[in-house]
């Protein structure tokens, strides 16, 4: 897959091959339609705050995208649904908290 990817704090992201990832225990696997940064990834990226992202890891948590697999014990979404990603993940009242 390509992905966008912070290779160190305060430098440009760069469009990479990265792995698909495998959907682990609760967790969906999400084909992503659209997605963007907000403000806070900007904010982590240009070091304006103590936290900074590990090498090579890739922001954006907000989006929309179709599931294609699910992981061990999944069971709130079905392969080929549509869903919506936030980082307020349980703000709806509806979705469960993992852990």
Same mark, same amino acid.
């Given at each position: 897959m390509k992905a966008a990817v912070? *290779?160190?704090?305060?430098?440009?992201?760069?469009i990479r091959d990265r792995p698909v990832p495998e959907p682990g225990?609760?967790?969906?696997?999400? /084909?992503?339609?659209? *997605?963007?940064?907000?403000?806070?990834?900007?904010?982590?990226?240009?070091?304006?705050?103590?936290? /900074?992202?590990?090498? *090579? *890891?890739?922001?954006?948590?907000?989006g929309v995208g179709v599931v294609e697999a699910l992981g061990p014990v999944a069971s709130l979404h079905r392969p080929g649904e549509r869903v919506a990603i936030s980082w307020l993940g349980s703000a709806c009242g509806h979705c469960e908290r993992p852990g």
């Open positions: 912070v *290779s160190e704090t305060g430098a440009k992201l760069e225990p609760g967790q969906v696997l999400v /084909r992503m339609l659209a *997605s963007a940064l907000c403000h806070t990834d900007v904010h982590l990226l240009q070091g304006d705050w103590p936290l /900074r992202p590990s090498p *090579s *890891s890739i922001p954006g948590h907000e």
